[in-house]
């Protein structure tokens, strides 16, 4: 499903930790994968999971069949366990995500240092292979419970999963706090005290607003 563009513009313009404050105010909990690595550039889109485990002689599931089927926009996630193993064929799969239209991929597997893909990975924890053993199911990354078509925000400073129902008044929210929060700045930098200032008092809100409303 294509992020309203709107919505879009919002997500790009606020802080993960601002969108994991207004979260957690909604009382949503683990939303925010932790210990994974930045592998460059930023991801906003919907979420695309995969569940791994390490593999037996078992049969596994089709992955080529799993990338061949994820759509337009997405992030893909990937739940390996927290193992660390290195995901398999990863540059391939990484290429082939990118030709799909991927716009990130989010994974507690390990990853090569560059695949051509905006990613956050896990460190490598061990030698072994991976197989896949589901597709499109609530899945657990870095200790975060993401679902399919989860809105999944992704920069170097961190990675948040909103709830698709929860994500236009989250965005709007982080939108507004980061506001007030570069006005409570310029206010310290011009020389005023904190007090009233952190927290916001309803004076400094009423000033604020005042200041900053638009005609």
């Not at 069949?65 to 759509?71: H, R």
Request: proline letters at 7%.
């Amino acid at each position: 499903m294509a992020i309203d563009p709107t919505l879009h513009d919002a997500l790009s313009a606020v802080t993960t930790a601002s969108l994991a404050r207004a979260l957690t105010r909604a009382g949503v909990k683990a939303f925010n994968p932790k210990g994974l690595s930045a592998g460059g550039g930023t991801a906003i889109g919907t979420a695309y999971t995969l569940r791994m485990i390490p593999a037996r002689d078992d049969a596994a599931g089709d992955l080529a069949a799993a990338i061949e089927s994820v759509p337009e926009g997405s992030v893909v996630v990937i739940e390996a366990g927290g193992p660390g193993l290195p995901l398999p064929f990863s540059a391939i799969l990484a290429a082939r995500l990118a030709q799909r239209g991927a716009v990130g991929l989010v994974t507690d597997a390990a990853l090569p240092e560059e695949i051509g893909l905006p990613h956050w990975s896990a460190a490598q924890g061990g030698t072994g292979t991976l197989a896949l053993v589901g597709t499109q199911q609530p899945v657990t990354c870095g200790g975060a419970a993401i679902h399919p078509g989860d809105i999944v925000v992704c920069t170097a400073a961190g990675i948040v999963a909103l709830p698709v129902a929860l994500a236009e008044r989250v965005a709007l929210e982080a939108v507004e706090q980061q506001r007030l929060d570069l006005w409570i700045q310029r206010e310290v930098e011009r020389g005023e005290s904190l007090a009233g200032l952190l927290p916001p008092d309803a004076a400094a809100l009423e000033r604020f607003q005042a200041e900053t409303k638009t005609a």
